[in-house]
């Protein structure tokens, strides 16, 4: 016989809630120029994350399970995913250079090959962050296997300050934390603290060269993340040392370059 040290229970019940006001203004193609911005305001709620959240990067979903299993009510929340704010655009510019163009109709062919019929498109991502719940070792004395801290006062966000002592950055005030006492369950709610958003420019640069009248040749540049901005990663989420300490990035700036024949 064999010694259990650990039934799991799952279950497939949960509630969720999603609000949102969506608006988009948009341009259609004309005189070489297109256009689209569209933005998202929106609130996601949830009592439960699902029973395998992803994790990693700039989301860190909540524990699968409740701190007190009999009261899903403390478990309602803005979900791992929601996102207050979302703005996306693009562009799709033809530059006026070139034969047939506003300007230099009559550049000789030599020219007109290296300056003339560009094509510009850049897209613009703003992404606020994503809510974080922050968690602590059990101290109900029931196994909860969703401990969280108490909080003692608001969570206070200070963004990109440097971490006293350590690499990285302090994302937010942990002074308004702490372990809860021998007995009890934290009084810390899901989703309470927000990381990092995100803001971001993809370019991406196109010009066709006539070889006859079936055949071009396609030069295409792309430049994801343009400006090279870092896309900071959620901060560490558990009650200790490191409690709010962010040390990670992604999304370096990336060129691809590609020729393509079209026949």
């Not at 640069?205 to 540049?221: N, P």
Request: glycine share 12%; with cysteine; proline share 6%.
């Amino acid at each position: 016989m064999r010694d259990i040290s650990q039934i799991s229970g799952t279950e497939t019940n949960g509630n969720v809630r999603y609000d949102a006001l969506q608006t988009v203004v948009q341009k259609r193609f004309s005189r070489g120029l297109q256009f689209q911005v569209a933005h998202t305001f929106s609130k996601a709620m949830t009592d439960s994350i699902g029973y395998f959240g992803s994790s990693g990067g700039q989301a860190v979903p909540a524990s699968p399970y409740r701190q007190n299993l009999y009261n899903g009510r403390a478990e309602w929340g803005p979900a791992y995913s929601d996102v207050k704010h979302v703005l996306t655009s693009y562009v799709v510019y033809e530059l006026p250079v070139g034969k047939g163009k506003r300007f230099g109709k009559d550049l000789p062919s030599f020219v007109n090959a290296i300056v003339g019929n560009w094509q510009i498109s850049p897209i613009l991502q703003i992404r606020s962050g994503f809510p974080l719940t922050l968690s602590a070792e059990d101290q109900s004395g029931t196994n909860s296997r969703g401990g969280r801290p108490n909080c003692l006062g608001p969570a206070n966000v200070v963004g990109k300050t440097p971490a006293v002592g350590k690499q990285g950055y302090q994302w937010f005030d942990t002074t308004a934390f702490a372990a809860p006492a021998r007995g009890s369950f934290g009084s810390c709610g899901v989703g309470i603290v927000r990381g990092p958003g995100m803001r971001t420019i993809d370019i991406s640069l196109q010009k066709q060269f006539k070889i006859s009248e079936t055949k071009h040749l396609e030069f295409r540049g792309e430049f994801i993340n343009f400006t090279n901005t870092p896309i900071l990663n959620a901060p560490n989420t558990n009650l200790g040392s490191e409690l709010g300490i962010l040390q990670s990035s992604q999304g370096p700036r990336n060129i691809q370059l590609a020729m393509k024949l079209v026949f």
